[in-house]
Nanobody, 125 residues
Framework: VQLQASGGGLVQAGASLRLSCTASEGTFRNYRVGWFRQAPGKEREFVSFIEWNSRRTNYADSVKGRFTVSRDNAENTVLLQMNSLKPEDSAVYYC???????????????????WGQGTLVTVSS
């Protein structure tokens, strides 16, 4: 499956953004989807995860309570609603998908076979 992340931009601290991850082909409903981010000079880090049927989600502690992940399989889209943004949320955000990832591995980028190209989020103070 080919993924396209979009929705990034430049906002002030406290603002909101909604990122989209859209699959261009394949049966997206079969895929578990993770969001990751990478700031300059830092390793790619886990942000959020959603199960193929939306029954389970998971968040990094740093975004819990501020970010919400959801999906619309009919539209081949996964959304990441980001509220109360902070300067430390600034990064390139990537979505990734896997049909076979297990729950204990969802936070590790190496376990995802399919990646989008990333969308830049910049939060000014």
């Amino acid at each position: 499956v080919q993924l396209q992340a979009s929705g990034g931009g430049l906002v002030q601290a406290g603002a909101s953004l909604r990122l989209s991850c859209t699959a261009s082909e394949g049966t997206f409903r079969n895929y578990r989807v993770g969001w990751f981010r990478q700031a300059p000079g830092k390793e790619r880090e886990f942000v959020s995860f959603i199960e193929w049927n939306s029954r389970r989600t998971n968040y990094a502690d740093s975004v819990k309570g501020r970010f919400t992940v959801s999906r619309d399989n009919a539209e081949n889209t996964v959304l990441l609603q980001m509220n109360s943004l902070k300067p430390e949320d600034s990064a390139v955000y990537y979505c990734a998908a896997s049909t076979s990832i297990i729950w204990s591995s969802i936070r590790y980028p190496r376990n995802y076979a399919n990646w989008g190209q990333g969308t830049l989020v910049t939060v000014s103070s």
